[in-house]
């Protein structure tokens, strides 16, 4: 773990400019187009599923990544982009592995990728670092997007703080009576919907976008119902991840595909 001694310019927009701040990992991430992405932690598969698309045609355009390591939209965004195409900011030390459940991803992570904290080595998550956590999460993307959430959610937290800062929010197009936190920003024209991932790419990246409809590598081999053991060896940041999300059960030691 380092100290980070430079100015970061995207930073300038917070409250109060941090007063350290650590990271493990790749700092060159910080040179690069970035864009926020959080959300709920029990979001349904249609988010996940979009949210990965997303996320995963963006790092493939030159796009880096930023969300908050937890689970669920967070962890969906962080894999979508890749380890190398990601920056994660903790509520702990960059050496502390929270959630525990994310142990394999944020270790990808700090490997290929970048690990942001304000907190000290050994620091352990309390209810007032993840508000520090979203914070950072937001000022250092060029926009927020959310893939889903709840009116009193803590992700609407995170829009609360991307709305002072000026920043534009994007949020999936979402049925009546589900993710009633996105819809209500569309409702109130405080958000725009993206309908469409490679127009959304395009804003951002300087490339020309030709990435669409990614196939989900880890989903495909799931669907040959390999044993345990084989997908836990080839895949091990994924398989706990989907197996809490209900994306795949494991049954006679076989995966199987929901």
């Known amino acids: 773990m380092r100290e980070i001694e430079f100015e970061i310019p995207e930073l300038l927009s917070m409250k109060k400019y941090p007063k350290e701040l650590f990271y493990s990992g790749n700092i060159s991430l910080l040179d690069r187009v970035k864009i926020s992405i959080v959300g709920s932690r029990k979001p349904t598969k249609y988010s996940r599923?979009?949210?990965?698309?997303?996320?995963?045609?963006?790092s493939n355009n030159g796009v880096c990544i930023v969300s908050g390591g937890a689970m669920?939209?967070?962890a969906t965004a962080h894999l979508g982009a890749t380890s190398s195409s990601t920056i994660a900011v903790l509520p702990c030390g960059v050496d502390v592995r929270y959630p525990a459940v994310n142990k394999n991803l944020l270790c990808e992570i700090e490997k290929n990728g970048l690990l942001l904290s304000q907190?000290?080595?050994?620091?352990s998550a309390t209810p007032w670092s993840f508000v520090v956590r979203n914070e950072l999460v937001v000022a250092l993307g060029e926009v927020l997007v959310v893939g889903?959430?709840?009116?009193?959610?803590?992700?609407?937290?995170s829009v609360e703080f991307a709305l002072k800062m000026g920043k534009k929010?994007?949020?999936?197009?979402?049925?009546?009576?589900?993710?009633?936190?996105?819809?209500?920003?569309?409702r109130n024209k405080?958000?725009?919907?993206?309908?469409?991932?490679?127009?959304?790419?395009?804003?951002?990246?300087?490339?020309?976008?030709?990435?669409?409809?990614i196939k989900d590598e880890f989903m495909e081999f799931c669907s040959t119902n390999p044993t345990y053991d084989e997908a836990l060896s080839k895949y091990p940041q994924r398989v706990f991840e989907a197996e809490l999300n209900g994306d795949i059960k494991?049954?006679?030691?076989l995966v199987i595909r929901l």
């Open 49 to 58: 599923l979009f949210i990965e698309k997303l996320s995963s045609s963006l």
């Open 72 to 74: 669920g939209i967070d």
């Open 119 to 123: 907190f000290e080595s050994g620091s």
């Open 148 to 157: 889903e959430a709840d009116v009193d959610s803590g992700t609407m937290r």
């Open 169 to 186: 929010i994007f949020v999936l197009p979402q049925r009546l009576g589900e993710s009633d936190g996105t819809n209500q920003l569309l």
């Open 190 to 213: 405080r958000a725009e919907a993206i309908y469409d991932i490679d127009e959304f790419v395009s804003r951002f990246s300087k490339n020309k976008v030709t990435i669409s409809g």
């Open 250 to 253: 494991i049954k006679n030691g």
